[in-house]
C-alpha cells in the first residue's frame, strides 16, 4: 500500500514552514519537483523556480538529450540565497548533483537544503534531505512515479521494471 | 527506377544523427530542435552562460569557404556546452594543394573529433563527408553550396514561433535570390514541414529556380501583391557579384523593384515581423529604416541563433548508434 | 575451328528470326543455321539449351580510356568489359589524351585493339583539332585510317561558322559527323536537369532547351549542307519530336540514347548520388518515357552503354565537382532486357536497338547472324538475375547507379570472328 501523496505534501508543507519564513527560495525540480514546489508556494508563499537538469545529467553520453526538455527558470537572484531544492522521489542522489551544478551556474546560494516527497534510500552520492515526506524501501526494478491529475491532484504510482 | 534510399540523416533507430538538410526530417524532429533551442534560450541570461552537456567532445569548425560570423556562432554554441573547438580554415590551404575533401576530413578523424560544422561552397558536400564518416562523427551542415543551411532555416522558424506561435495560420513570403539562396531552401522547407499552410517566394524571374513551385510555394514576381496580408517577411541578401550582371542590371534597380522599404512593408498585415539571415545590404535588399523599424526581428535572429545550434549539437551528440 | 552452337532460341532481329536454330560456325564465319552444312564436324559444342543466341551486341559509344587516361581504364582492361558484356563491336569517341585527330594514333589504336582481338573497333575521329572547336582535322585521311565518323565528344563546338564548315567539309567525303546536342552557353557549369531536383538540391541546371536549341541548329545546317549526321544521347522529349519530324523530312539523320537514361531520371540522384551525375543529364519521367517510346517508333535508332569509367576518386567529391559518366559496358544487354521486361516488349523488337540497329549506323555489316556473315555472337540467359557489384565487373570502372541492384540476363559466351573470347563460369 503505497502513503497518500497530498499527505506527505502536507507533512513536507509543514517541515518547510520556517525555512520559507526565514526567507528560502523553492527550486523544483522538472517534472515532479515542480509541481511539488508550485504547490507549495501556494500554501507557504516565498520565491519559487524551476530547474530542468536534462543539460547537467551524467549519463547523456549514454543514453543521449532527453526527448522533451523544458527551459529552467530562476526568476530571483540565487546569489546569497537560502534554496530549498523540492523533488518528488530521492533515490541515486545523481539528480540532486546535477541540479545542485545547475544551481551554482545561476549564481553562489548561501546555502542549499533538499526537501522530498519520498526518501527510498539506495545512494550512491553522499547526498542527504533535510525535509521527507517518508521514507521507504522498494525492490531493486520497481520505480515510484508521481502523478498529477486533471484536478491538480497528486498521487504515487508503483511501477514494475520488466527484467529483460 | 529509384532506388530505395535511406536518409543519410537518421541512424537505424529513425534518430537525428546528423543535420544536412531540413528536408527529409519530420515534424516532430523540427519540434524537438526548436523546443530544446528554447531551453537553451535562458542558459545565455545567466551568470556562467555553459552547461556541461559537452565536456570532453571536440566539435570541429571545417569552413572551406570562409564565413567569420557563422564559424562563430557555432563556436559559441559548442563552447557553451562546454565543447572544445578546433576551427579550420581550408579554403586556401589544403584546397589548393590538391588535397582533396575526404583527405581533408580523414585528418581531422584521425585527431579524434567528435563532431564537424561543415561549410562548403558546392551543394552536397556535407552529404559527401556524412556518408564517408558513418555516424560515429557527426556531421552538421553549416551551408553548402546553393542547397542547405539547416541551422539558419531552424533559427528562422524558432523566430517566427516565438513571434507567431500559431504557424497553421500564417502567410509568410521569401523575398529575394532564391537562386542562389542556400538560406532559402531550408526556411521554405522547415516552414512547410511545420505546416504554414502559405509560403511564397517574391523575385524576378532571373533569381528562381526552374520548377520552384516543387517546393511547395507559390510564385510571385512583384512586391505588391507578393507582400499582401503576409505575417512574415523573410528578406534574403543579393551577393556582390550578382548585383549587376547577366541576372540583374543594378543594384539600384534591384531596390526600387524588390528592396524592402516602409511603403511596401505597409502592404503586410500591420503586426507582420521582418526578418534577415545576414550580414545585409541596406539600401540593396533592405531599408535601413526598415532593418532597424519596429517590425524588425533581426537582432533577435541572432541570439535564437545559439540556442538553435546548441540544441542541434546536443541533440546529435545524444544519438550515437 | 568449328564451333556448334546447339539448341538456343535464335534470335536475329535483322533477318526476323526467333526459333529453335542451332548455328554453325566454321573459319569465323556463319556456315549453317538450323541443319549442319555437308560434313560439318564440331571441334567444340556450345550447349545453348534455355539461352538466347543473339548477334554480338554493338556499342555506339565506349570510352577505352587509352591513350592518356590509363589509369581511369586500360584497353585491355575495358575490351574484356565488353566481351563479358556480350559485346563485338564498338565505337570509341576521340575524346582520349592525345585526342584522336591524327591518322597515326587511330592506326595505333586499331592495332592494339587487333592484338587483344577481343572486340571489333571503330573509332571517331576528331572533328575537330584538339577538340578545340577551331580547325578542322584531317577528316578524309582519318577515314582511311579507319575512322567511321567524327566528333566533338562532349566538347560543345560553340562556333556556329566551324560547325557549319566541319559539316560541309564531312558532306564533301560524304561522313558521317557525330554530335551531342548542348548548347554550351545554356548548359555552362550545369550538372542536372533545370528542374524539380536541381531546384531542390541546389544544383547548377542544365534547361531541356539547352538540348532542343543545339539540335535545331544542327538540323538547319545539315538541311543547307546535306551532310549525314548522327545524334548520341538524346535526352529530352522535344528533342525526339524534333528527330521524328527531320526524319519525316528525309534528313539522313540517325540517333542514340545512353542505357541509363532510359531507366533513370533525375530523380535517382536521391541525396547527391554522384554516379548519377551524367551527361547529358538525367531528366524527369516525361522525357524518360519520350526516349522509350521514340525508340519503339524507330526515332531513335539504338541504344549505347555510353561507357565512360572514372576512377573512384572521381565521383568522392561534392557532385558538381564529380566526374560525370558511368561505366556501361556489361550493363547494355542487361538494361535492354530490362526495359523489354517493364515495357512488356518481344526480345527480338528489344534486340535491335543494340544489334541490327547500330550497326546501320555505324554503315558496318554486323549486327546479324546471316548465312556466311562474320561469325560474332552472344550467348545469354535472359533469365538470369544478377546483381551489380564492383567485384563482378570486369571493368576498371566501378561507377554505375546501378550498383547494388539486381538487373535480368548475364551473358555467357561471346564469339568474335567465330572464337571465343568471353565464357561465364
Given at each position: 500500500m503505497l502513503p497518500d501523496a497530498e499527505q506527505l505534501l502536507e507533512n513536507l508543507s509543514r517541515q518547510l514552514e520556517p525555512f520559507i519564513a526565514e526567507g528560502a527560495a523553492l527550486v523544483g525540480i522538472h517534472s515532479g519537483g515542480a509541481w511539488i514546489a508550485s504547490r507549495l508556494q501556494q500554501s507557504l508563499g516565498g520565491d519559487l523556480g524551476t530547474l530542468d537538469i536534462s543539460f547537467y545529467r551524467d549519463d547523456f553520453s549514454r543514453i543521449g538529450l532527453h526527448p522533451q526538455t523544458k527551459p529552467s527558470n530562476i526568476p530571483f537572484d540565487v546569489e546569497g540565497r537560502h534554496i530549498l531544492l523540492i523533488d518528488d522521489v530521492l533515490y541515486t542522489g545523481r539528480t540532486v548533483r546535477a541540479a545542485m551544478n545547475e544551481l551554482f551556474d545561476y549564481g553562489r546560494p548561501a546555502r542549499i537544503s533538499l526537501a522530498v516527497l519520498v526518501d527510498r534510500g539506495e545512494r550512491e552520492l553522499p547526498i542527504e534531505a533535510q525535509a521527507v515526506g517518508v521514507r521507504m524501501t522498494l525492490k531493486p526494478g520497481q520505480n515510484l512515479e508521481l502523478l498529477r491529475d486533471a484536478a491538480g491532484h497528486f498521487n504515487l504510482k508503483l511501477h514494475e521494471e520488466i527484467s529483460e | 527506377m529509384r532506388k530505395s534510399v535511406n536518409n543519410p540523416q537518421l541512424n537505424k533507430h529513425g534518430e537525428l544523427t546528423h543535420l544536412l538538410s531540413i528536408e527529409g526530417l519530420s515534424a516532430p524532429i523540427l519540434k524537438q530542435i526548436l523546443e530544446t533551442a528554447a531551453s537553451f534560450v535562458g542558459v545565455a541570461e545567466r551568470e556562467v552562460k555553459k552547461v556541461p552537456l559537452l565536456r570532453g567532445k571536440t566539435v570541429c569548425n571545417i569552413f572551406f569557404e570562409n564565413s567569420t560570423r557563422t564559424r562563430t556562432t557555432f563556436e559559441i554554441a559548442a563552447k557553451r556546452l562546454s565543447a572544445d573547438v578546433i576551427n579550420l580554415n581550408v579554403g586556401t590551404s589544403s584546397q589548393s594543394k590538391g588535397e582533396t575533401i575526404l583527405d581533408t576530413v580523414d585528418n581531422l578523424i584521425a585527431m579524434h573529433a567528435d563532431m564537424f560544422v561543415v561549410r562548403h561552397a558546392q551543394s552536397g558536400a556535407a552529404h559527401l563527408i556524412a556518408r564517408h564518416v558513418g555516424s560515429d562523427i557527426h556531421v552538421i551542415n553549416a551551408g553548402d553550396g546553393r542547397h542547405a543551411h539547416p541551422t539558419q532555416g531552424l533559427l528562422d522558424v524558432f523566430t517566427v514561433r516565438h513571434y507567431k506561435p500559431d504557424m497553421h495560420n500564417l502567410r509568410v513570403a521569401v523575398v529575394g535570390d532564391v537562386l542562389h539562396s542556400r538560406v532559402a531552401r531550408s526556411e521554405i522547407h522547415a516552414l512547410t514541414t511545420l505546416g504554414v499552410p502559405e509560403v511564397r517566394v517574391i523575385a524576378p524571374k532571373t533569381l528562381l529556380p526552374q520548377e520552384v513551385e516543387k517546393l511547395g510555394v507559390q510564385v510571385y514576381h512583384d512586391m505588391a501583391s507578393g507582400l499582401k496580408d503576409v505575417d512574415v517577411i523573410m528578406m534574403l541578401r543579393l551577393q556582390n557579384e550578382r548585383m549587376n550582371g547577366a541576372l540583374l542590371p543594378s543594384a539600384q534597380e534591384y531596390f526600387k523593384t524588390y528592396g524592402l522599404t516602409q511603403d511596401k512593408l505597409a502592404l503586410a498585415k500591420p503586426d507582420a515581423i521582418v526578418m534577415h539571415p545576414g550580414p545585409m545590404n541596406r539600401g540593396v535588399e533592405i531599408d535601413s529604416t526598415v532593418a532597424d523599424g519596429a517590425q524588425s526581428v533581426i537582432l533577435p535572429q541572432v541570439t535564437y541563433g545559439i540556442a538553435v545550434r546548441m540544441a542541434v549539437m546536443s541533440i546529435l551528440a545524444g544519438n550515437t548508434e | 575451328m568449328k564451333i556448334h552452337i546447339k539448341n538456343g532460341r535464335l534470335i536475329d532481329p535483322k533477318n526476323n528470326i526467333d526459333a529453335k536454330h542451332d548455328v554453325f560456325i566454321a573459319a569465323g564465319k556463319i556456315v549453317g543455321l538450323g541443319n549442319a552444312p555437308d560434313g560439318f564436324v564440331a571441334n567444340q559444342i556450345i550447349d545453348a539449351s534455355n539461352l538466347v543466341v543473339c548477334p554480338g551486341l554493338i556499342d555506339l559509344s565506349a570510352r577505352l580510356r587509352e591513350p592518356g587516361f590509363e589509369y581511369k581504364a586500360t584497353l585491355e582492361s575495358e575490351l574484356l568489359a565488353a566481351a563479358a558484356g556480350g559485346v563485338t563491336s564498338l565505337a570509341c569517341p576521340p575524346d582520349t589524351d592525345p585526342v584522336l585527330d591524327e591518322p597515326g594514333l587511330v592506326e595505333m589504336l586499331k592495332h592494339r585493339a587487333k592484338l587483344l582481338n577481343l572486340v571489333n573497333i571503330y573509332p571517331l575521329g576528331a572533328l575537330t583539332r584538339q577538340l578545340q572547336g577551331k580547325n578542322l582535322t584531317e577528316m578524309f585521311e582519318l577515314s582511311e585510317a579507319g575512322c567511321v565518323g567524327?566528333?566533338?565528344?562532349?566538347?560543345?563546338?560553340?562556333?556556329?561558322?566551324?560547325?557549319?564548315?566541319?559539316?560541309?567539309?564531312?558532306?564533301?567525303?560524304?561522313?558521317?559527323?557525330?554530335?551531342?546536342?548542348?548548347?554550351?552557353?545554356?548548359?555552362?557549369?550545369?550538372?542536372?536537369?533545370?528542374?524539380?531536383?536541381?531546384?531542390?538540391?541546389?544544383?547548377?541546371?542544365?534547361?531541356?532547351?539547352?538540348?532542343?536549341?543545339?539540335?535545331?541548329?544542327?538540323?538547319?545546317?545539315?538541311?543547307?549542307?546535306?551532310?549525314?549526321?548522327?545524334?548520341?544521347?538524346?535526352?529530352?522529349?522535344?528533342?525526339?519530336a524534333m528527330i521524328k519530324q527531320a526524319k519525316k523530312e528525309g534528313l539522313p539523320i540517325s540517333c542514340d540514347i545512353a542505357s541509363t537514361h532510359l531507366h533513370l531520371t533525375e530523380h535517382d540522384i536521391g541525396y547527391f548520388d554522384a554516379q548519377c551525375h551524367l551527361r547529358p543529364p538525367l531528366r524527369t519521367e516525361r522525357d524518360r518515357d519520350a526516349l522509350r517510346a521514340g525508340l519503339l517508333d524507330g526515332t531513335i535508332d539504338a541504344i549505347c552503354s555510353d561507357h565512360t569509367p572514372v576512377d573512384d576518386d572521381a565521383k568522392l567529391s561534392p557532385f558538381a565537382e564529380s566526374e560525370p559518366g558511368a561505366s556501361g559496358l556489361e550493363l547494355l544487354l542487361s538494361l535492354t532486357l530490362k526495359w523489354a521486361l517493364d515495357n512488356k516488349l518481344a526480345l527480338p523488337q528489344a534486340l535491335t536497338s543494340i544489334t541490327s540497329s547500330p550497326a546501320s549506323v555505324l554503315g558496318i555489316d554486323g549486327g546479324s547472324l546471316s548465312l556466311g556473315a562474320q561469325a560474332d555472337v552472344c550467348v545469354f540467359d535472359a533469365d538470369f538475375v544478377w546483381k551489380v557489384e564492383a567485384k563482378t565487373l570486369l571493368s576498371q570502372g566501378k561507377n554505375t547507379p546501378f550498383m547494388g541492384l539486381e538487373l535480368p540476363g548475364k551473358v555467357r559466351w561471346t564469339l568474335l570472328n567465330g572464337q571465343i573470347v568471353y565464357q561465364h563460369h
Amino acid at each position: 500500500m503505497l502513503p497518500d501523496a497530498e499527505q506527505l505534501l502536507e507533512n513536507l508543507s509543514r517541515q518547510l514552514e520556517p525555512f520559507i519564513a526565514e526567507g528560502a527560495a523553492l527550486v523544483g525540480i522538472h517534472s515532479g519537483g515542480a509541481w511539488i514546489a508550485s504547490r507549495l508556494q501556494q500554501s507557504l508563499g516565498g520565491d519559487l523556480g524551476t530547474l530542468d537538469i536534462s543539460f547537467y545529467r551524467d549519463d547523456f553520453s549514454r543514453i543521449g538529450l532527453h526527448p522533451q526538455t523544458k527551459p529552467s527558470n530562476i526568476p530571483f537572484d540565487v546569489e546569497g540565497r537560502h534554496i530549498l531544492l523540492i523533488d518528488d522521489v530521492l533515490y541515486t542522489g545523481r539528480t540532486v548533483r546535477a541540479a545542485m551544478n545547475e544551481l551554482f551556474d545561476y549564481g553562489r546560494p548561501a546555502r542549499i537544503s533538499l526537501a522530498v516527497l519520498v526518501d527510498r534510500g539506495e545512494r550512491e552520492l553522499p547526498i542527504e534531505a533535510q525535509a521527507v515526506g517518508v521514507r521507504m524501501t522498494l525492490k531493486p526494478g520497481q520505480n515510484l512515479e508521481l502523478l498529477r491529475d486533471a484536478a491538480g491532484h497528486f498521487n504515487l504510482k508503483l511501477h514494475e521494471e520488466i527484467s529483460e | 527506377m529509384r532506388k530505395s534510399v535511406n536518409n543519410p540523416q537518421l541512424n537505424k533507430h529513425g534518430e537525428l544523427t546528423h543535420l544536412l538538410s531540413i528536408e527529409g526530417l519530420s515534424a516532430p524532429i523540427l519540434k524537438q530542435i526548436l523546443e530544446t533551442a528554447a531551453s537553451f534560450v535562458g542558459v545565455a541570461e545567466r551568470e556562467v552562460k555553459k552547461v556541461p552537456l559537452l565536456r570532453g567532445k571536440t566539435v570541429c569548425n571545417i569552413f572551406f569557404e570562409n564565413s567569420t560570423r557563422t564559424r562563430t556562432t557555432f563556436e559559441i554554441a559548442a563552447k557553451r556546452l562546454s565543447a572544445d573547438v578546433i576551427n579550420l580554415n581550408v579554403g586556401t590551404s589544403s584546397q589548393s594543394k590538391g588535397e582533396t575533401i575526404l583527405d581533408t576530413v580523414d585528418n581531422l578523424i584521425a585527431m579524434h573529433a567528435d563532431m564537424f560544422v561543415v561549410r562548403h561552397a558546392q551543394s552536397g558536400a556535407a552529404h559527401l563527408i556524412a556518408r564517408h564518416v558513418g555516424s560515429d562523427i557527426h556531421v552538421i551542415n553549416a551551408g553548402d553550396g546553393r542547397h542547405a543551411h539547416p541551422t539558419q532555416g531552424l533559427l528562422d522558424v524558432f523566430t517566427v514561433r516565438h513571434y507567431k506561435p500559431d504557424m497553421h495560420n500564417l502567410r509568410v513570403a521569401v523575398v529575394g535570390d532564391v537562386l542562389h539562396s542556400r538560406v532559402a531552401r531550408s526556411e521554405i522547407h522547415a516552414l512547410t514541414t511545420l505546416g504554414v499552410p502559405e509560403v511564397r517566394v517574391i523575385a524576378p524571374k532571373t533569381l528562381l529556380p526552374q520548377e520552384v513551385e516543387k517546393l511547395g510555394v507559390q510564385v510571385y514576381h512583384d512586391m505588391a501583391s507578393g507582400l499582401k496580408d503576409v505575417d512574415v517577411i523573410m528578406m534574403l541578401r543579393l551577393q556582390n557579384e550578382r548585383m549587376n550582371g547577366a541576372l540583374l542590371p543594378s543594384a539600384q534597380e534591384y531596390f526600387k523593384t524588390y528592396g524592402l522599404t516602409q511603403d511596401k512593408l505597409a502592404l503586410a498585415k500591420p503586426d507582420a515581423i521582418v526578418m534577415h539571415p545576414g550580414p545585409m545590404n541596406r539600401g540593396v535588399e533592405i531599408d535601413s529604416t526598415v532593418a532597424d523599424g519596429a517590425q524588425s526581428v533581426i537582432l533577435p535572429q541572432v541570439t535564437y541563433g545559439i540556442a538553435v545550434r546548441m540544441a542541434v549539437m546536443s541533440i546529435l551528440a545524444g544519438n550515437t548508434e | 575451328m568449328k564451333i556448334h552452337i546447339k539448341n538456343g532460341r535464335l534470335i536475329d532481329p535483322k533477318n526476323n528470326i526467333d526459333a529453335k536454330h542451332d548455328v554453325f560456325i566454321a573459319a569465323g564465319k556463319i556456315v549453317g543455321l538450323g541443319n549442319a552444312p555437308d560434313g560439318f564436324v564440331a571441334n567444340q559444342i556450345i550447349d545453348a539449351s534455355n539461352l538466347v543466341v543473339c548477334p554480338g551486341l554493338i556499342d555506339l559509344s565506349a570510352r577505352l580510356r587509352e591513350p592518356g587516361f590509363e589509369y581511369k581504364a586500360t584497353l585491355e582492361s575495358e575490351l574484356l568489359a565488353a566481351a563479358a558484356g556480350g559485346v563485338t563491336s564498338l565505337a570509341c569517341p576521340p575524346d582520349t589524351d592525345p585526342v584522336l585527330d591524327e591518322p597515326g594514333l587511330v592506326e595505333m589504336l586499331k592495332h592494339r585493339a587487333k592484338l587483344l582481338n577481343l572486340v571489333n573497333i571503330y573509332p571517331l575521329g576528331a572533328l575537330t583539332r584538339q577538340l578545340q572547336g577551331k580547325n578542322l582535322t584531317e577528316m578524309f585521311e582519318l577515314s582511311e585510317a579507319g575512322c567511321v565518323g567524327f566528333s566533338q565528344a562532349d566538347n560543345a563546338l560553340t562556333d556556329t561558322q566551324v560547325l557549319w564548315n566541319s559539316l560541309q567539309y564531312a558532306a564533301t567525303f560524304d561522313l558521317t559527323v557525330w554530335l551531342r546536342a548542348e548548347d554550351a552557353h545554356l548548359a555552362k557549369n550545369g550538372v542536372a536537369h533545370s528542374g524539380e531536383v536541381a531546384a531542390r538540391l541546389g544544383l547548377q541546371g542544365i534547361p531541356a532547351c539547352a538540348e532542343t536549341i543545339a539540335l535545331s541548329t544542327i538540323l538547319s545546317l545539315m538541311r543547307e549542307t546535306g551532310a549525314k549526321v548522327h545524334i548520341c544521347r538524346l535526352s529530352t522529349l522535344q528533342s525526339v519530336a524534333m528527330i521524328k519530324q527531320a526524319k519525316k523530312e528525309g534528313l539522313p539523320i540517325s540517333c542514340d540514347i545512353a542505357s541509363t537514361h532510359l531507366h533513370l531520371t533525375e530523380h535517382d540522384i536521391g541525396y547527391f548520388d554522384a554516379q548519377c551525375h551524367l551527361r547529358p543529364p538525367l531528366r524527369t519521367e516525361r522525357d524518360r518515357d519520350a526516349l522509350r517510346a521514340g525508340l519503339l517508333d524507330g526515332t531513335i535508332d539504338a541504344i549505347c552503354s555510353d561507357h565512360t569509367p572514372v576512377d573512384d576518386d572521381a565521383k568522392l567529391s561534392p557532385f558538381a565537382e564529380s566526374e560525370p559518366g558511368a561505366s556501361g559496358l556489361e550493363l547494355l544487354l542487361s538494361l535492354t532486357l530490362k526495359w523489354a521486361l517493364d515495357n512488356k516488349l518481344a526480345l527480338p523488337q528489344a534486340l535491335t536497338s543494340i544489334t541490327s540497329s547500330p550497326a546501320s549506323v555505324l554503315g558496318i555489316d554486323g549486327g546479324s547472324l546471316s548465312l556466311g556473315a562474320q561469325a560474332d555472337v552472344c550467348v545469354f540467359d535472359a533469365d538470369f538475375v544478377w546483381k551489380v557489384e564492383a567485384k563482378t565487373l570486369l571493368s576498371q570502372g566501378k561507377n554505375t547507379p546501378f550498383m547494388g541492384l539486381e538487373l535480368p540476363g548475364k551473358v555467357r559466351w561471346t564469339l568474335l570472328n567465330g572464337q571465343i573470347v568471353y565464357q561465364h563460369h
